[in-house]
């Protein structure tokens, strides 16, 4: 039953993700990594790129991030938001 539950959970917070979009400024590493073509690597990069940087000011500045071209960012670009 708890497995049910943290299960349904995790769907329903993925799917508010999904329809409210990833906001790169201020999502986890778990969080990115639900995006197409976004593995632990990619994500912490974002993370780490962010930290750096400060805040993204526009989704095409994940170019920038190490490993993130204009393939992936096609991909994830509907999905997310700053």
């Not at 400024?25 to 778990?30: F, L």
């Not at 990069?45 to 526009?58: L, M, P, Q, V, W």
Request: aromatic share 6%.
């Amino acid at each position: 039953m708890k497995k049910l539950l943290l299960t349904l959970c995790m769907l329903f917070f993925f799917a508010v993700s999904a329809i409210a979009g990833v906001n790169i400024n201020t999502a986890d590493v778990t969080t990115l990594e639900s995006l197409p073509g976004i593995g632990a690597a990619k994500a912490q990069a974002i993370i780490d790129y962010r930290t750096e940087h400060g805040n993204f000011k526009s989704i095409d500045e994940l170019k920038n991030v190490k490993g993130i071209g204009d393939k992936i960012l096609e991909q994830i670009k509907q999905l997310i938001e700053i």
